[in-house]
């Protein structure tokens, strides 16, 4: 797929969820660093920064879209020849893709070891992370049941059924304001994230932080399924996300809208939980409390306390 399309397509939501929204960006610069025909340096680097801005402006609030662009561009400054540096963007491209889909394998089985015989899990929008972990739990011969939320305005619920339906999972599809007449029956809720901040708050789909409102008040488990490049390295220096808002007219027809002058359709597409309201985070590279978020940031996407000296220095203008 082109530059162009995809970037339209992450807009537009034909490419969603973070996961496929990071490997989907990774492509694109893949690609269109083969296709670039410039032998000047300097030329393929502001074309292939070009194109790392166009994907990046797609959409606010997916961490893994600049952490994906981040692993694909980096090291390109060490280089100074066109070859060396398509070689570099190519070979990260694919590296981030196949670990992204291995981290999904992995989150899979450690979260598969959360789920019981016989549990009854919650589950809302339509996190791949969090459906691999529902998906094992099954594949290892775990009698489950999932209740799937619709997900409004966009109904991702109905992807999420069509999946658990293709794996014979006894599913039950509710409103999402029905999540807390049913809370009391489940044994646990799993989601996904688009972003983890340092601090262990999460930001998912709206609707995720009243499930883990819900569920911390019924004492049931909040689980996020998570890869470790959903963490945002930036909030360790305290940047907040921006938490995207669509269009009204995905609520609310325009032609309703247009008869209403005094309503306002508000179309945040996700919320932030507070960690305190999360039990657990599943990664890659372990299952942990919130509260560890630092580490996965330190330790796994290499952000370290030199980049934080590197920012002061550029702030102070020295
Ligand atoms: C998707 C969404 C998903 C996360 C995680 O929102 O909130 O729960 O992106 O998904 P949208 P995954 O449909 O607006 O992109 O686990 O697949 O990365």
Redesign the pocket.
């Known amino acids: 797929m082109s530059l162009p399309i995809t970037a339209d397509a992450i807009r537009s ?1 034909k490419i ?7 490997r989907a960006a990774a492509a694109a610069l893949r690609d269109h660093a083969m296709a670039l025909r410039s032998q000047d340096y300097d030329n393929f680097l502001i074309e292939m920064n070009r194109a790392a801005d166009l994907l990046n402006a797609t ?1 606010p609030t ?1 961490v ?1 879209l600049p952490n994906a662009i981040h692993a694909v561009m980096r090291d390109l400054k060490s280089v100074t020849g066109v070859e060396d540096a398509r070689r570099i963007v190519i070979t990260n491209a694919e590296a981030f893709i196949e670990s992204s889909e291995m981290a ?1 394998r992995r989150i899979a089985v450690m979260g598969a070891n959360q789920i019981g015989d016989g549990d009854c899990i919650l589950t ?8 691999a972990c529902i998906i094992e739990a099954k594949r290892q011969g775990k009698e489950i049941e999932v209740f799937a939320t619709e997900v409004r305005p ?1 109904n ?1 619920g109905r992807l999420t059924i069509e999946v658990l339906n293709s794996h014979e999972i006894p599913t039950h599809y509710i409103v999402d304001s029905a999540v807390r007449a049913f809370i009391n029956d489940m044994d646990l809720a799993i ?4 972003a983890v901040y340092a601090n262990g708050d999460v930001i ?2 709206i609707g ?1 932080s009243q499930i883990a409102l819900s569920a911390h008040e019924a004492r049931t488990k909040m689980i996020i ?3 470790t490049y ?1 963490f945002a390295p930036r909030t360790m220096m305290g940047e907040e996300i921006r938490i995207e808002e669509r269009p009204g007219s995905e609520v609310l027809p325009d032609e309703i809208a247009d008869k209403l002058p005094y309503v306002r359709v508000r179309n945040p ?2 919320d932030l939980t507070p960690a305190e309201y999360i039990d657990l985070i599943v990664t890659e590279v372990g299952v942990i409390p919130p509260q560890a978020a630092p580490s996965i940031i330190r330790d796994h996407l290499g952000w370290n306390i030199s980049m934080f000296e590197e920012i002061f220095r550029i702030g102070r203008g020295d």
Do not use: P, Y
């Open positions: 939501m969603r969820g973070a996961g496929r929204i990071a959409r997916a893994s999904v809302h929008c339509n996190s791949e992370a969090a459906l966009w991702q989601a996904g994230a688009d998912n789909k995720t399924a998570a890869e959903k597409v996700f």
